[in-house]
């Protein structure tokens, strides 16, 4: 039986199969991706096939091939990964200028892996409406950084209501993927785009009594017709997987457009003569932050520094 993975609990897989069916599976012990070590070997938005036994238990036999996903070095198993999703149309990562700040450094890995690994991603900015001036004009800065890049910037508030029917639109007809760090309201805007997540969280914390919440695991949701938002926990820092020091630069597209004219074709940006990068820096053409964050990631074979984007 084939079917697609819609929830991910760490040890039982919830697979909605082709007739409509959600059957809880299970995977062997001994299961890995090709390739990959991976804390979740499965993922929610995988397609996959899967064996249902005499008994009643299922157990998950195949992954079919991935389209893209999002990965990031797991926090606690430096030397494995951690599958967000696969199988996506886009990402809207949910960022904030306060309340709680979110470090450009977690913007730029977050954008490098998508970029990476094929996911379209759009950049949501919420809370809006506690913003005191100076973080109004944070703001402006950031969104006119990343929409010069290409990257597509939205502007939301969950309590008040704006910004969250152009987010549903768009998602409408997708595969979509809310993330983002612990704080910045992303299960608020999962509850404002698609209120019967919010009926499903009220339902689990009272089975459980302990305020647990749907985020708490990643699941997919159908809120509209073909429309289907994947909602994951918020995570800390966002360490980089399986990137090698030469093609960290192709990840910021920026950087990538300017290479080109680099001197040497294996320039690291860093130090070379004739560097297209340095000197668009030098003349304030790319904004240092994103060069900060690219440094970053450079020195993440080193055990243990990407720590420091938490």
């Known amino acids: 039986m084939q079917g697609t993975v819609i929830k991910s609990s760490g040890s039982v897989y919830g697979v909605r199969a082709t007739d409509g069916r959600v059957v809880d599976c299970r995977v062997k012990g001994n299961f890995r991706l090709k390739g990959i070590r ?6 929610v938005g995988d397609h996959v096939k899967f064996d249902v036994r005499s008994d009643g238990t299922a157990y998950i036999v195949e992954i079919l091939e991935r389209k893209n996903y999002i990965v990031r070095k797991a926090s606690n198993l430096s030397k494995q990964s951690h599958i967000l999703a696969a199988n ?39 809370k809006t409406d506690l913003y005191n001036e100076a973080e109004r004009e944070e703001l402006e800065y950031l969104t006119a950084l990343y929409e010069s890049i290409g990257y597509s910037c939205m502007r939301t508030s969950a309590t008040d209501g704006s910004g969250i029917e152009q987010l549903r639109e768009a998602m409408r007809g997708k595969v979509s993927l809310l993330a983002g760090n612990s704080g910045v309201g992303k299960s608020s805007i999962a509850n404002a785009i698609a209120p019967e997540i919010a009926a499903r969280v009220g339902e689990i914390s009272k089975t459980h009594d302990t305020g647990m919440h749907t985020t708490t695991y990643t699941e997919m949701f159908e809120f509209m017709p073909g429309s289907y938002l994947v909602d994951t926990p918020g995570v800390k820092g966002f360490g980089t997987f399986d990137m090698e020091a030469e093609e960290i630069s192709h990840y910021f597209v920026e950087f990538f457009r300017l290479s080109r004219d680099c001197r040497y ?36 074979k080193d055990e243990g520094k990407y720590r420091a984007a938490e």
């Open 88 to 126: 996506l149309d886009l990402c809207f990562l949910v960022v904030t200028i306060n309340h709680p700040a979110t470090a450009t450094t977690f913007i730029d890995r977050f954008l490098a892996a998508a970029e990476a690994y094929r996911v379209p991603t759009v950049l949501v900015f919420n």
């Open 265 to 300: 074709s294996n320039c690291t940006h860093t130090h070379e003569p004739g560097c297209a990068v340095l000197e668009a820096l030098e003349k304030g053409e790319i904004a240092p932050s994103r060069y900060q964050s690219y440094l970053s990631m450079l020195e993440d």
């Open 38 to 43: 991976s804390t979740n070997p499965v993922a």
